[in-house]
């Protein structure tokens, strides 16, 4: 239950806390990730062709 005036309604802290996931996700980077964001390093891992180790599948 959200205090009346302070955060407003549930839906609103809501939208701002998946706002700022978002964010901390997406767009901001990350010093431990050698600056990428948590999205990037993932794109990286999950295709190993991005990483030139020759699993490309185009011919």
Avoid: E, F
């Amino acid at each position: 239950m959200a205090l009346p005036g302070l955060w407003g309604t549930g839906k609103h802290i809501s939208r701002v806390i998946a706002d700022r996931i978002g964010y901390y996700n997406h767009q901001r980077p990350h010093q431990v990730l050698g600056t990428q964001t948590p999205m990037r390093r993932y794109q990286l891992a999950a295709w190993p062709a991005h990483k030139g180790l020759g699993h490309d599948t185009a011919a």
